[in-house]
């Protein structure tokens, strides 16, 4: 059986959109699940477009995701990826273009931008521009004296106008095309340079690439593809077009969106293992309804016939769902490192900050809903005294005040200010007075954080806030209930 070989072929032209890095983890997987071969390739023929540190950025994102490639150059001994850019240097894809004009599958279009700028036309409110194959009645004398003049030129596909051309997706199935739809596509731009369409078909060959993953919004380019490959008499790769991605509104998710790139996600306190799980399942689907799944695990269970043709829905409330999930489940020292920044930038004092991110492990789905649930540590918030009220727990203003008053001086006596001793201390307190727990609890846990919801309970916000600290907010509170 022949091994099974994919490549991400990223242009380094910013951040990675979670589209592009959906490409990457279906390609990993793919090539994965069945033992193959996964190949980097940084596709940056087109100079113009290129951003700088763009590359560092797919390498670092690659790293996050744990989307290790296999093979390439690197002179350092490793697994470096392939470069087009070096790989043009060598002269490689003008010797395949020129092989392609021997055969007449291709030919040097010397047309000036003036006359290709009149050639364009406005279909449906579109501006669009298909060649006229004026430079292919040029005889082999003439292109060669073009040449020996220095004028400039591209190398052109040469495409039929009649007839149809058919290829065949592995979701989309077979689709046919009508060759007039067709232009004949620049392979070898003016800077000698080749377009992103021909690099990828020679690279793709010359690796020996097996399965190209790619956005359906490529199926229009696929047809042009396969005349290449017929041209050369190479065999064509297995096509698996993914679908759009959108935003909730059913839009395409755009770069506007905020949160359209790993990155972005990264930004916003998610972490790299919830965003790959999430992306794997935008468009493709388990055989189980299970959703929690490890880059290993994804790799056993992937089959790509089972991605949908139909738009995936980027919703977020589901991935800050899942990204709760796995820092639930986090080891505490990883997610202690991830969370010392956000606990730091609200809490100056010197409080025990593990404790404290104890507390919001299982509470939060991003990381920086943190500094909403401690806030109060630092700072008393200004709250109102309905806040006293719970009708559950049988609480009111006058009730609190009550058992503040009682509580204040036991807990003035207490030596051992730890939450186990603290909740036994209140515990007796409560047995003695035939009070439930959560009756002496909401009271003293409202005046301690002013809030109404808290990452914790009475006795383990005392602990943190020390005997010092307590005491004087305790005693506040009974001066504002006292005064109403």
Same mark, same amino acid.
């Given at each position: 059986?022949?091994?099974?070989?994919?490549?991400? #072929?990223?242009?380094?032209?910013?951040? !990675?959109?979670?589209?592009?890095?959906?490409? #990457?983890?279906?390609?990993?997987?793919?090539?994965?699940?069945?033992?193959?071969?996964?190949?980097?390739?940084?596709?940056?023929?087109?100079?113009?477009?290129?951003?700088?540190?763009?590359?560092?950025?797919?390498?670092?994102?690659?790293?996050?995701?744990?989307?290790?490639?296999?093979?390439?150059?690197?002179?350092?001994?490793?697994?470096?990826?392939? =470069?087009?850019?070096?790989?043009?240097?060598?002269?490689?894809?003008?010797?395949?273009?020129?092989?392609?004009?021997?055969?007449?599958? #291709?030919?040097?279009?010397?047309?000036?931008?003036?006359?290709?700028?009149?050639?364009?036309?406005?279909?449906?409110?579109?501006?669009?521009?298909?060649?006229?194959?004026?430079?292919?009645?040029?005889?082999?004398?003439?292109?060669?004296?073009?040449?020996?003049?220095?004028?400039?030129?591209?190398?052109?596909?040469?495409?039929?106008?009649?007839?149809?051309?058919? +290829?065949?997706?592995?979701?989309?199935?077979?689709?046919?095309?009508?060759?007039?739809?067709?232009?004949?596509?620049?392979?070898?731009?003016?800077?000698?340079?080749?377009?992103?369409?021909?690099?990828? =078909?020679?690279?793709?060959?010359?690796?020996?690439?097996?399965?190209?993953?790619?956005?359906?919004?490529?199926?229009?380019?696929?047809?042009?593809?396969?005349?290449?490959?017929?041209?050369?008499?190479?065999?064509?790769?297995?096509?698996?077009?993914?679908? &759009?991605?959108?935003?909730?509104?059913?839009?395409?998710? $755009?770069?506007?969106?905020?949160?359209? $790139?790993?990155?972005?996600?990264?930004?916003?306190?998610?972490?790299?293992?919830?965003?790959?799980?999430?992306?794997?399942?935008?468009?493709?689907?388990?055989?189980?309804?299970?959703?929690?799944?490890?880059?290993?695990?994804?790799?056993?269970?992937?089959?790509?016939?089972?991605?949908?043709?139909?738009?995936?829905?980027?919703?977020?409330?589901?991935?800050?769902?899942?990204?709760?999930?796995?820092?639930?489940?986090?080891? +505490?020292?990883?997610?202690?490192?991830?969370?010392?920044?956000?606990?730091?930038?609200?809490?100056?004092?010197?409080?025990?900050?593990?404790?404290?991110?104890?507390? =919001?492990?299982?509470?939060?789905? =991003?990381?920086?809903?943190?500094?909403?649930?401690?806030?109060?540590?630092?700072?008393?918030?200004?709250?109102?005294?309905?806040?006293?009220?719970?009708?559950?727990?049988?609480?009111?203003?006058?009730?609190?005040? $009550?058992?503040?008053?009682?509580?204040?001086?036991?807990?003035?006596?207490?030596?051992?200010?730890?939450?186990?001793? &603290?909740?036994?201390?209140?515990?007796?307190?409560?047995?003695?007075?035939?009070?439930?727990?959560?009756?002496?609890?909401?009271?003293?846990?409202?005046?301690?954080?002013?809030?109404?919801?808290?990452?914790?309970?009475?006795?383990?916000? !005392?602990?943190?806030?020390?005997?010092?600290?307590?005491?004087?907010?305790?005693?506040?509170?009974?001066?504002?209930?006292?005064?109403?």
């Amino acid at each position: 059986m022949e091994k099974i070989r994919t490549r991400y #072929a990223p242009s380094p032209t910013g951040r !990675m959109h979670v589209g592009n890095l959906r490409t #990457a983890l279906y390609a990993y997987l793919i090539a994965k699940h069945e033992g193959g071969d996964f190949i980097l390739r940084i596709e940056d023929t087109d100079q113009e477009r290129e951003v700088e540190g763009a590359v560092d950025i797919i390498y670092d994102t690659l790293r996050q995701t744990g989307l290790v490639h296999d093979e390439g150059p690197d002179k350092d001994g490793g697994c470096g990826p392939y =470069v087009q850019s070096e790989r043009q240097a060598k002269g490689i894809y003008l010797e395949y273009a020129k092989m392609l004009v021997e055969k007449g599958e #291709a030919y040097y279009c010397f047309c000036t931008p003036e006359r290709l700028e009149s050639l364009k036309t406005v279909v449906n409110g579109e501006e669009i521009m298909q060649y006229d194959k004026h430079c292919l009645s040029l005889t082999k004398e003439e292109v060669e004296e073009n040449l020996k003049k220095g004028m400039p030129y591209v190398i052109r596909q040469n495409n039929p106008r009649e007839g149809q051309t058919t +290829f065949h997706d592995e979701l989309y199935g077979d689709i046919t095309v009508d060759n007039a739809e067709l232009d004949d596509m620049v392979l070898i731009k003016s800077d000698g340079f080749p377009t992103y369409n021909f690099a990828n =078909v020679v690279d793709d060959h010359l690796m020996g690439i097996t399965h190209v993953v790619r956005g359906n919004e490529y199926l229009s380019s696929a047809p042009k593809y396969n005349r290449l490959y017929e041209a050369f008499g190479w065999r064509v790769p297995v096509y698996i077009h993914c679908p &759009l991605i959108t935003d909730e509104n059913h839009k395409k998710l $755009s770069k506007r969106s905020g949160h359209s $790139s790993f990155e972005d996600l990264i930004d916003q306190g998610y972490i790299p293992e919830a965003v790959v799980n999430f992306v794997s399942l935008l468009g493709w689907s388990p055989e189980s309804d299970r959703e929690i799944f490890s880059l290993e695990e994804l790799v056993k269970e992937f089959d790509y016939h089972r991605i949908s043709k139909s738009p995936a829905v980027f919703d977020m409330v589901k991935l800050s769902w899942m990204n709760g999930e796995y820092l639930k489940a986090m080891d +505490f020292d990883r997610f202690y490192k991830l969370a010392e920044p956000y606990l730091k930038k609200v809490i100056t004092k010197p409080y025990d900050l593990k404790k404290i991110a104890n507390m =919001v492990k299982t509470r939060i789905e =991003v990381l920086p809903d943190i500094e909403g649930h401690i806030d109060f540590f630092e700072k008393m918030p200004d709250y109102d005294i309905s806040m006293y009220n719970h009708k559950k727990m049988k609480s009111t203003p006058e009730t609190s005040l $009550s058992v503040l008053k009682d509580v204040i001086p036991l807990l003035s006596e207490q030596e051992d200010f730890s939450n186990d001793a &603290l909740f036994e201390t209140l515990k007796k307190y409560g047995e003695e007075k035939s009070y439930k727990t959560g009756f002496i609890m909401w009271p003293i846990r409202t005046a301690l954080s002013g809030r109404e919801m808290t990452p914790a309970g009475a006795t383990e916000i !005392m602990e943190v806030l020390g005997k010092e600290e307590s005491l004087k907010r305790l005693n506040a509170a009974v001066e504002k209930l006292s005064a109403c």
